[in-house]
């Protein structure tokens, strides 16, 4: 019985199927004879548009023929609905295999929802805290000696470049102008460390000199220490020991003025006699990015303001206090920490740098790469500060590996390097030498370690990834923060 009906059916369909067909075309074709009665145009403009309208209709009409093949066929009850094996998107198999916009746009709306809430509800109960006498000095006059060493430190690297004009002519022997480079580069650290600690000056303003003073001793190592390395080896192609110079090493005799100071404000700590540079300068662009700057700076201080500072303040040492109250401090503390270091860095290493580098038309702008995915400390150390990052493989790993120094010691040469610059930048505006920074820095090298052993243990990159967040971020910042908050008062106190 359904047998003798699939034809009859059949025949009904293609019936229709021609019937449409045929209205199709008789509609196109009158539409071809209005348009051709309407339209006074040459015989063979019109015999070509009438063409390419019934190759439109042609396609048009397989296509409608096609669709309804599939219709017919493919999407039937009795067409299979399960054709292969697929794995669900959330499963381990799959989860990584495809993108999760959707899923992060969702945290993003949710994050700024909940916290856009949290902002109200505390302005709501504690009012308007922001107080800037703790950044800013009430007293101008106070930081005035500060700002005047700000502006003399580009003395330091004039006269690294006298001492390299000496050398380069052949006036100085080569260990005094080492030792009077050392003599420039431990000046221009000690001369601003001077400065603030005989001056009562603000906190921002401390640490903004000191990051300042940092910096150029960095930019002035680098540059004694390269053009040391290229009059050797100037002196070895002299004496015929290697055969030619790498076009990226420079003019070994290079003492050009330009290039200092173009290195000197350009954002990196590696010295060369040239740089990769880009075409143009894009203005919009810099003043989008001097926007967002504005704005993140913004939201940086509000937090610090209205969130971090009343939970520090209302506080104990968390070294003197009970336990688990000062774990709860702690964990409270660590969200605003967060946010605010994740707002430092991308004002800094982002906007900043990425302005700096528009300005001077600097090409190589890779300030970080992906630290957050770092699969343990080592990683994140490597990429989270790029300049920082360079110039210690440059100036101080690979020297020690060349003179016969161990791949570990190297490394721990590395983070006590870092170490010392750390508790420098802190503890000198804060007038106390309590060398938390340091203990700080000095304890990644076991927890380098410890992260290593797991990743290799586990065979999987997220433990380590786990354990970075959770002691550098969550644990350790908030940590030290309290620890100098509270013996930052103490000292006041006692004054």
Same mark, same amino acid.
């Given at each position: 019985?359904?047998?003798?009906?699939?034809?009859?059916?059949?025949?009904?369909?293609?019936?229709?199927?021609?019937?449409?067909?045929?209205?199709?075309?008789?509609?196109?074709?009158?539409?071809?004879?209005?348009?051709?009665?309407?339209?006074?145009?040459?015989?063979?403009?019109?015999?070509?548009?009438?063409?390419?309208?019934?190759?439109?209709?042609?396609?048009?009409?397989?296509?409608?023929?096609?669709?309804?093949?599939?219709?017919?066929?493919?999407?039937?009850?009795?067409?299979?609905?399960?054709?292969?094996?697929?794995?669900?998107?959330?499963?381990?198999?799959?989860?990584?295999?495809?993108?999760?916009? @959707? *899923?992060?746009?969702? /945290?993003?709306?949710? +994050?700024?929802?909940?916290?856009?809430?949290? !902002?109200?509800?505390?302005?709501?109960?504690? @009012?308007?805290? !922001?107080?800037?006498?703790?950044?800013?000095?009430?007293?101008? +006059?106070?930081?005035?000696?500060?700002?005047?060493?700000?502006?003399?430190?580009?003395?330091?690297?004039?006269?690294?470049?006298?001492?390299?004009?000496?050398?380069?002519?052949?006036?100085?022997?080569?260990?005094?102008?080492?030792?009077?480079?050392?003599?420039?580069?431990?000046?221009?650290?000690?001369?601003?460390?001077?400065?603030?600690?005989? /001056?009562?000056?603000?906190? +921002?303003?401390?640490?903004?000199?000191?990051?300042?003073?940092?910096?150029?001793?960095?930019?002035?190592?680098?540059?004694?220490?390269?053009?040391?390395?290229?009059?050797?080896?100037?002196?070895?192609?002299?004496?015929?020991?290697?055969?030619?110079?790498?076009?990226?090493?420079?003019?070994?005799?290079?003492?050009?003025?330009?290039?200092?100071?173009?290195?000197?404000?350009?954002?990196?700590?590696?010295?060369?006699?040239?740089?990769?540079?880009?075409?143009?300068?894009?203005? @919009?662009?810099?003043?989008? %990015?001097?926007?967002?700057?504005?704005?993140?700076? @913004?939201?940086?201080?509000?937090?610090?303001? %209205?969130?971090?500072?009343?939970?520090?303040?209302?506080?104990?040492?968390?070294?003197?206090?009970?336990?688990?109250?000062?774990?709860?401090?702690?964990?409270?503390?660590?969200?605003?920490?967060?946010?605010?270091?994740?707002?430092?860095?991308?004002?800094?290493?982002?906007?900043?740098?990425?302005?700096?580098?528009?300005?001077?038309?600097?090409?190589?702008?890779?300030?970080?790469?992906?630290?957050?995915?770092?699969?343990?400390?080592?990683?994140?150390?490597?990429?989270?500060?790029?300049?920082?990052?360079?110039?210690?493989?440059?100036?101080?790993?690979?020297?020690?590996?060349?003179?016969?120094?161990?791949?570990?010691?190297?490394?721990?040469?590395?983070? *006590?390097?870092?170490?010392?610059?750390?508790?420098? /930048?802190?503890?000198?505006?804060?007038?106390?030498?309590?060398?938390?920074?340091?203990?700080?820095?000095?304890?990644?090298?076991?927890?380098?370690?410890?992260?290593?052993?797991?990743?290799?243990?586990?065979?999987?990159?997220?433990?380590?990834?786990?354990?970075?967040?959770?002691?550098?971020?969550?644990?350790?910042?908030?940590?030290?923060?309290?620890?100098?908050?509270?013996?930052?008062?103490?000292?006041?106190?006692?004054?």
């Amino acid at each position: 019985m359904a047998a003798s009906e699939a034809p009859e059916n059949h025949k009904m369909e293609t019936a229709t199927a021609t019937t449409a067909s045929s209205s199709t075309t008789s509609d196109l074709n009158f539409s071809v004879r209005r348009r051709s009665t309407t339209v006074t145009d040459s015989p063979s403009t019109e015999m070509m548009e009438s063409e390419d309208l019934k190759n439109n209709g042609k396609e048009c009409d397989k296509v409608k023929n096609e669709n309804r093949s599939d219709i017919k066929f493919y999407y039937r009850p009795s067409a299979p609905a399960h054709r292969g094996v697929r794995e669900s998107p959330l499963s381990s198999d799959a989860i990584f295999k495809q993108s999760h916009a @959707g *899923l992060f746009n969702l /945290c993003i709306v949710v +994050l700024v929802a909940v916290n856009s809430r949290l !902002i109200i509800e505390n302005i709501i109960k504690y @009012g308007w805290l !922001i107080n800037s006498g703790f950044w800013f000095s009430s007293k101008s +006059l106070r930081d005035w000696p500060l700002f005047m060493c700000c502006l003399s430190l580009p003395a330091f690297p004039f006269a690294a470049y006298l001492v390299e004009k000496l050398a380069y002519h052949n006036y100085l022997p080569q260990l005094v102008v080492v030792f009077l480079h050392i003599i420039i580069t431990t000046g221009s650290l000690l001369y601003p460390v001077s400065v603030i600690l005989r /001056c009562d000056s603000a906190l +921002l303003s401390g640490v903004t000199l000191m990051l300042f003073s940092c910096i150029v001793w960095l930019k002035l190592v680098s540059y004694a220490h390269t053009n040391y390395d290229m009059r050797a080896i100037s002196k070895s192609i002299d004496r015929e020991d290697v055969p030619s110079i790498s076009p990226s090493v420079g003019n070994p005799q290079d003492t050009n003025f330009k290039s200092l100071v173009y290195f000197m404000v350009a954002p990196t700590l590696c010295y060369q006699s040239s740089y990769p540079r880009t075409e143009f300068v894009r203005k @919009g662009w810099v003043v989008r %990015q001097f926007i967002k700057l504005i704005i993140f700076t @913004g939201f940086m201080g509000f937090i610090i303001e %209205q969130y971090i500072n009343p939970i520090v303040q209302n506080s104990q040492h968390p070294l003197k206090g009970n336990l688990l109250y000062a774990t709860e401090r702690i964990l409270k503390l660590s969200v605003p920490n967060l946010y605010v270091w994740l707002c430092m860095f991308y004002c800094f290493f982002h906007l900043w740098l990425n302005i700096l580098a528009e300005l001077l038309r600097f090409g190589d702008r890779e300030f970080y790469k992906d630290w957050w995915n770092a699969r343990n400390v080592e990683e994140y150390w490597r990429m989270w500060n790029m300049p920082v990052h360079k110039w210690m493989i440059r100036h101080i790993y690979f020297p020690c590996l060349r003179n016969k120094i161990p791949k570990g010691v190297a490394i721990l040469i590395a983070f *006590l390097v870092s170490a010392v610059f750390h508790e420098l /930048c802190i503890a000198v505006p804060c007038h106390m030498f309590k060398l938390w920074a340091f203990i700080g820095i000095m304890l990644q090298v076991p927890l380098v370690v410890i992260t290593k052993f797991l990743q290799n243990k586990f065979r999987s990159s997220m433990v380590g990834n786990m354990i970075f967040w959770l002691f550098f971020s969550i644990l350790g910042q908030p940590m030290c923060l309290l620890l100098y908050y509270h013996d930052l008062m103490n000292r006041k106190g006692k004054n």
